[in-house]
C-alpha cells in the first residue's frame, strides 16, 4: 500500500477584516504631528495641522503609493501607456487623550474611527519645541505611549462585556446538546477568554496566541487592540539627522515588554515637510547633503505589510499594474479582484514570477526555461507573481 500522506498543517487564519481594501489610521495624542505627517506622507494639506488640540475633528482620508522597485523595473520593461501601483489607503483620525474611553475629549468619535480601520500607525512626539504645546503638559513618549494602549484596551473591555452579557441571555436556556447550543457554549468560552486576555494577562489581543475558531469569534468583534501596530517616533530634524535621541532607547524598552515584535519607525515630521515642498532633483541633493533621507517610503512599505497586504502584476504594453490582495489569496480571487467575471468564471491562470522575469530578461525566454506555470483554482499567490487570467465565456 502507498504510504498515508503526512497531516498537512492547518493553514492560519489572519486577524482583521478577509479583504483586500484595507486602511491604516494613524492615531496618537493631540500636537504630537499627526496631521502634518499625513499631510507630509499624501502631499497634500487636507489633513488640518494646527497648534491646539482637535484640530481634525473628521477623519481625512487619502491613497498613498507603495513604493516598489520591481513595479518600477516592469513599468522599464514593458513602457506601458499607463502605470498603477499598489496603494495604502490611510486616515489622519483626531488627538486621543486620556478618558478617550469614557467619551472624553472626541473620546467616542475617535474610538469608532480607530475601529473603522484595519490597522494603527501610532505617532509618539520625541521633540521639545516651546512653540508646540503637548496636552500633558510635557513631552513623555513613555505615558503618552500607556495612554493610548490603556483607552483602546478599556473600551474592548467595555466591548467585550457587553457582546459577553449580550450572549449569556441568549444562552441562559443552554440545556440541550443541539449543535447550535454547543456551538452557542464554545462562543462564550471564547468570549470569556478574550477577556480575560485583556483583564487578567493584560495584554493587547493581537498578542495573545489564538487557533482559527478563535480568530473568527475575534475578528467578529473587530476590537481596537486586535489591530496590528506600527511606532512613528517623530524626532526632531537635528536628532534624526544623526541617529540619537534620549527617548529612542526607552521606547524600544517600552515596547519590547509590552507589545514585543511590533514595529518602531524613527523619523521627523519637520524634516518631511521640508523635503515634500523640493522637486525630485533638489531633494535628492538636499538628502545627500544633509546624510539621511526620507522614512515615507519605509513608513509606506511597514503599514502595508503590517496588514498582511501582497501583490502580483498584470503586465503589457497598455498597462502595467500592481493589484493588492492579501497573504493565503487563492488564485480565482486574486483574479477576482480585477473583475467578479474573472472569479467566476476562472479556468487558470498562467503565472510567472517577477525574479524569474528578471533572470531570463523576457517573457519568451522564461517560457522556454519552461518557468511559465498554469495554476488551478487551490494556487496561492505569492507576493511577485505576473498573472495572465483565462476565463470562461
Known sequence: MPPKKAAQPEKKTLLGRPSNNLKI???GLPNVGKSSFFNALSETDLGKAANFPYAT????????????????WLCDIYKPASRVPAFLTCIDIAGLTAGASTGAGLGNAFLSHVRAVDGIFQVIRAF??????????DVDPLRDMEIIQTELRLKDIEWVEKSLDNLKKVGRNLGSSSLADKARKEEIAVVEKILKTLTVDGKDIRKADWNNKEIDIVN???????????????????????????????IKGWIDANNPGDPLIPFSVALEERLVMMTPEDKKEEETKI???SALPKITQAGYSSLDLIRYFTCGPDEVRAWTIRKGTKAPQAAGV???????????????????????????????????????KPYEMVDGDIAYWKAGG
Open 220 to 250: 467578529g468583534l473587530q476590537l481596537l487592540t486586535a489591530k496590528p501596530v506600527t511606532y512613528l517616533v517623530n524626532l526632531s530634524e537635528k536628532d534624526y539627522i544623526r541617529k540619537k535621541n534620549k527617548w529612542l532607547p526607552k
Open 128 to 137: 521639545d519645541d516651546a512653540e508646540v504645546i503637548h496636552v500633558e503638559g
Open 25 to 27: 489610521g494613524i492615531v
Open 291 to 293: 546624510g539621511a533621507t
Open 338 to 376: 480585477i473583475h467578479s467575471d474573472f472569479e467566476n468564471k476562472f479556468v487558470c491562470g498562467e503565472i510567472m514570477s517577477y525574479d524569474d522575469l528578471k533572470e531570463y530578461g523576457s517573457e519568451a525566454a522564461v517560457k522556454s526555461a519552461g518557468k511559465l506555470r498554469q495554476q488551478g
Open 57 to 72: 475633528i473628521n477623519p481625512e482620508e487619502a491613497r498613498i503609493p507603495v513604493p516598489d522597485a520591481r513595479f518600477e
